[in-house]
């Protein structure tokens, strides 16, 4: 079952049907540049982020959708049958006004700034979606967003299941008693790893995992020597799959500054989808639940009480994992492929409980 369709289930308990919501007029949004925005007609929006494309999908606004970024991958199929305005800090101020949009919906950080600024002087109203990485951040994006739409009551059902997830995430996080050691690798180029620090989605998704941001010292993502490596001492690497620029398990334990560390030793590395691990949308508690499953194997048979009503029960692909953490999957009856229990999602009686 796809999110799309969960929240659709939600949407039906709150007591509206997705297709019939009446199109805003007149709505004030304040923004990320700390701006009153007035919204006259949401009926066309271009969308800029992956975050807020779920959302907008989500809350059963697909049909509104004029054109995406190439960030906005899920859900996959749909996504992709829309207008694509390029790479959300690369867009260019006529791809995006080309649709004819009646609002743009733009993460915080999208660009060039150039850009930015002509969209900002036409006519169409332009709100920047703030991205604060973490839970309070995410129920936010979904009010705005919602709000944006004149959908609050959507927003306000939606963020009752987000909100649901990641008490069920802190249930699970709680059975944790020794976290390990997680360093998020962007890029090793030519031996030169781009780590992540603090105040970053990676830190952030490591940390709703239930485990420790290898790196403390920095905050971003920086490109760290063989020592800081080392000093680090990470038990785990993490990385997302990028196609050809994905980071590659084996190069990593043949790194001569991680061939020093409990990473080579125990071949521990995790690669997941960019847009699932660091998105922050609907769908991040589901991401930190299989995070923490593949960092803590015994933690599985809890975790198929975790029934995720934002996202879904698809595992990871996992390039490579420690012989001790697959045995550790063996006996706990875990493997790759989650048990059916862990897919199911959340009811739509209990997801959602507003009334009209």
Do not use: W
């Amino acid at each position: 079952m796809t999110i799309c369709r969960t929240l659709a289930l939600s949407a039906a308990t709150c007591g509206f049907l997705l297709g019939g919501a009446a199109i805003a007029a007149g709505i004030t949004v304040h923004d990320a540049r700390n701006r009153d925005v007035t919204i006259a007609d949401p009926a066309r929006i271009v969308s800029i982020g992956g975050a807020i494309t779920e959302i907008l999908y989500a809350l059963g606004f697909e049909d509104r959708l004029a054109g995406v970024d190439t960030t906005s991958l899920y859900p996959a199929a749909r996504a992709r049958d829309k207008p694509n305005v390029g790479y959300m800090r690369q867009l260019s101020a006529e791809g995006v006004l080309g649709l004819n949009p009646s609002l743009v919906l733009a993460v915080q950080g999208s660009g060039p700034k150039e850009t930015m600024d002509v969209l900002e002087a036409a006519k169409v109203p332009l709100v920047l979606v703030p991205e604060t990485f973490s839970e309070a951040g995410l129920l936010d994006k979904i009010k705005l967003v919602g709000h944006a739409m004149g959908a609050d009551k959507r927003a306000e059902c939606l963020t009752a299941v987000v909100t649901d997830d990641l008490a069920q995430l802190r249930e699970l996080r709680a059975k944790v008693t020794k976290p390990v050691r997680v360093m998020f690798v962007m890029s090793l180029l030519n031996g030169r790893a781009m780590a992540a620090g603090q105040k970053t989605a990676a830190n952030e998704i490591i940390a709703l995992a239930g485990a420790v941001n290898a790196i403390d010292g920095y905050d971003g993502y920086k490109i760290i020597n063989d020592e800081a490596i080392v000093a680090a001492k990470p038990d785990v690497v993490l990385s997302i799959q990028r196609g050809k620029d994905s980071v590659d398990a084996e190069a990593v334990y043949v790194h001569p500054a991680f061939a020093l560390t409990p990473v080579a030793a125990n071949k521990t590395f995790i690669s997941m989808e960019g847009l699932y691990l660091l998105g922050f949308g609907p769908r991040t508690a589901a991401a930190a639940r299989d995070l923490s499953i593949q960092l803590y194997p015994a933690l599985a048979p809890q975790a198929e009480k975790f029934k995720p009503g934002g996202g879904h029960g698809k595992l990871p692909a996992v390039t490579a994992l420690s012989d001790s953490a697959e045995r550790a999957k063996q006996r706990s009856g875990y493997a790759l492929r989650p048990p059916a229990s862990l897919t199911r999602h959340l009811p739509a009686r209990r997801a959602c409980r507003l009334r009209r």
